[in-house]
């Protein structure tokens, strides 16, 4: 059985060039080839012996995922979407600004933790990527986008892990990709310069400040409890008291000295100034200033019920935060002409969810802020 090289590290793939007999110099200059050139074909490799060649090809493959479809939009982001096989596909984002390309990419076919307001978790779960999947991503965009622009110097300045899934229900897979991504031999990227977003996995949290500490980004959407049920509905495994606690730990591990939280605004729901002053208590409730508030403008699709928060609003509840001393910007839509913009991957697969079914059943029930009780009774947060 053939082994695909974009599945290891660079650990990884000297400990399999160690069982071919090669010493370890042969795995740094074939992990070059593979993540510095982008070579594919063994026969390229030029400073490797012609017997360690032969070896590999009998051995070893590098097969990165096979393009679907590829769409650029009118602000030059590119969407990729990929085959993963078994009839799934996932999408990967470029979006380029003046100082930096920055890639999304995904961890999993499908979404498990399913968002009220994201359309990929409106498609339900259908498995984790494997590490060559989630590099497959980064090497495939990285040398299209060098022969694309003419350029031999590296394209891709940032990845951010904020593609469809939940990376840390990934983990396995993502330690290594991560690795791959900061290795000096490899993709070289600073770990401020990649970024894990996930929903709230506390125990996951702690131990990627362990094992490959990266900057994080995590996805809050509600002040308090009652409210991040029903709009991310790990809160009620993890809730926010314990979320925020994690990450405050994260810090003293974290390349930043920041932690970006994530919120996406919907109209009437999540966007008061009642839910602004909660969130300043709440950040308050812990020493020093610690995060950033990165505000999301909702891509409203059909099946989710919710609407998109007015510009005045969102200026509103930014300034409220903002006059707090909590730093908060405005993200702006990139590709949403081309349905790349964030929540919006691959939103053409079928629902497995059955949420339009869901949400028919609930209309009588809507969704609308619930005060937190601790909030509300102590006026802190506990």
């Known amino acids: 059985m053939t082994v695909n090289l974009l599945d290891l590290d660079l650990e990884g793939l000297a400990v399999f060039c160690e069982r071919l007999g090669e010493k370890r110099f042969r795995a740094v200059q074939l992990f070059r080839w593979i993540h510095r050139k982008g070579a594919q074909n063994f026969e390229d490799m030029s400073d490797l012996a012609k017997s360690f060649r032969e070896k590999l090809k009998s051995l070893a493959t590098i097969t990165p995922l096979s393009v679907v479809s590829q769409h650029i939009s009118a602000d030059g982001t590119i969407k990729w979407l990929f085959d993963v096989g078994g009839g799934n596909a996932i999408e990967t984002v470029f979006i380029p600004e003046s100082d930096r390309g920055t890639l999304c990419v995904s961890s999993q076919a499908g979404c498990a933790v399913g968002c009220r307001f994201c359309s990929t978790g409106h498609q339900g779960f259908s498995r984790n990527l494997t590490t060559g999947e989630i590099i497959s991503q980064l090497w495939h965009a990285e040398f299209f986008l060098r022969k694309h622009l003419g350029c031999d110097e590296r394209v891709i300045s940032n990845v951010v892990m904020m593609g469809m899934g939940e990376p840390l229900q990934n983990y396995k897979e993502l330690i290594p990709a991560l690795k791959v ?17 996930t929903s709230g996995i506390v125990p996951m949290i702690d131990r990627l400040s362990q094992d490959c500490p990266v900057a994080l980004a995590v996805s809050v959407h509600a002040p308090n409890d009652g409210l991040r049920d029903q709009l991310v509905p790990l809160n009620l495994k993890y809730p926010l008291s314990q979320l925020m606690a994690a990450c405050h730990r994260y810090l003293a591990f974290a390349p930043r000295d920041f932690i970006t939280f994530e919120y996406c605004m919907l109209a009437g729901v999540n966007d008061s100034d009642e839910c602004a002053l909660q969130l300043v208590q709440r950040i308050k409730a812990h020493p020093g200033t610690w995060c950033k508030f990165n505000l999301i ?13 007015s510009p005045e609003r969102v200026k509103v509840f930014a300034r409220i935060l903002n006059d707090a001393g909590i730093i908060t910007t405005v993200r702006k839509t990139r590709g949403d002409d081309i349905d790349a ?12 969810t059955r949420v339009v079914d869901r949400i028919a059943r609930q209309r009588s ?6 005060a937190d009780s601790t909030l509300a009774n102590s006026g802190a947060v506990q």
Request: aromatic content about 6%.
């Open 181 to 197: 991504m900061l290795d000096d031999h490899g993709y070289g990227l600073s770990r401020r310069r990649v970024t894990v977003s």
């Open 297 to 309: 403008p909702f891509n409203p699709f059909p099946a989710s019920g919710l609407t998109c928060s």
């Open 341 to 352: 913009a964030c929540g919006q991957l691959a939103g053409d697969v079928k629902d497995r």
């Open 365 to 370: 029930i809507p969704i609308h802020p619930v």
